[in-house]
């Protein structure tokens, strides 16, 4: 059985944090044994990892401090543990996992990349360092590396990421979990104050640069002025009344009344699924996962073209320029206002495209793939 430790960055509830864990929940278990180390805390997601049955520890370094003790604490885990194979989650991670995992006389590395933004106006600088540190020592450290979406693997190669190593497998999607579900969506409809056949447009996602709630909120009230009965909801971490530059957005879009905002969410399918329209309007994603859960869900999405996006919508939803709001109104309001046949057309392709290239146990079988190959070619 392969010994596997995985590190990252930390365990709150993000895209990566999230993938990671649906990849613990249908990894092989008798092929694999997992070990999952978090840099930072423990966070919310380590209860669930935990609960599969599988170890969790946290160095308790401090996000964005250099921790000399805490890097040596990691070297020493990872001496004890002796994995066959190290598997680092974003930058830190990679950077300091990576590092150690050589010190402790492990070769089998792999990182992992999770971001296609690098943009100086999007990206802290100490993130960006830490992406040129680790473009300069790619030659050496993995011995491969896995992104999750072919446009971060070709901005990284940009960078000075060594193209050999790359490897592009996407997130993945549990076709169980998120699925058309009825009840769910009189349930969630019902929690708003709205009625059934009030149009849903949702956007999901944490309060963070990237995802451009601003910009949201400008297609938000551009389509209001053409569609006044639309009602908008939001779930995510800081998204609530008490975020100032949330509610000065909506406040300035003019759709106060007919915004929900609902914080952190652990019902996900249930919410994509009360949706009629899911909305991207990020900046910076390499695979955004709630293009996926909606589209699993039958709901079909207007995205920006950032990350591989595009490629994940295909030709079941709509995609605009980066930072065309005006675009992501006009998409919006294309896609509600289809007749409800060819919408639920739309919907049953969305979900069929998401089965084909992105669903769960494919997924995870490629990760096994990789980690086979890290052995094959580990130095």
Known sequence: MRRIVFIITGLS???AE?????????LDRQRFAPHV????????????????????????????????SGFFRLVQILKRLNPDVVHTWMYHADLLGGLAARLAGISAIGWGIRNSNLDKDKTKFSTRAVVGLCASVSKWVPSR??????????????????????V??????DLTRFKPDTDARHRIRAELGIAEQTPLVGLIGRFDPQKNHAG????????????????????????DTSNAALMQAITRAGVLANTHLLGLRSDMP??????????????????????????????PCAATDVGDSAYIVGDTGRVVASGDMTGLAAALE????????????????????????????????????????????AG
Request: glycine fraction near 10%; charge should be negative.
């Open 13 to 15: 509830t993000g895209g």
């Open 18 to 26: 999230m993938m990671l864990l649906k990849l613990l929940e249908h």
């Open 37 to 68: 180390i978090s840099l930072t805390t423990l966070g919310e997601l380590a209860p669930r990892i935990a609960a599969l049955g599988i170890p969790v520890e946290a160095v308790g370094m401090k996000p964005g401090l250099p921790s000399p």
């Open 145 to 166: 590396i896995l992104s999750c979406s072919e446009q971060a693997r070709q901005i990284h190669v940009a960078r000075g990421y060594v193209a050999e190593k790359m």
């Open 168 to 173: 592009v497998v996407p997130n993945g999607f």
């Open 216 to 239: 949201f909120f400008e297609a938000a009230g551009a389509l209001h002025r053409h569609l006044p009965q639309v009602h908008f909801v939001l779930a995510g971490q800081g998204i």
């Open 270 to 299: 249930g919410l994509m699924a009360a949706l009629d329209v899911l909305a991207s309007s990020s900046y910076g994603e390499a695979f955004p996962n709630v293009l996926g859960e909606a589209m699993a869900c039958g709901v």
């Open 334 to 377: 294309e896609l509600l206002a289809l007749p409800p046949p060819e919408k639920a057309a739309l919907g049953e392709r969305a979900r069929a495209r998401v089965a084909e290239n992105f669903e769960i146990g494919g997924v995870v079988r490629r990760y096994e793939d990789f980690y086979e190959s890290l052995l094959a070619n």
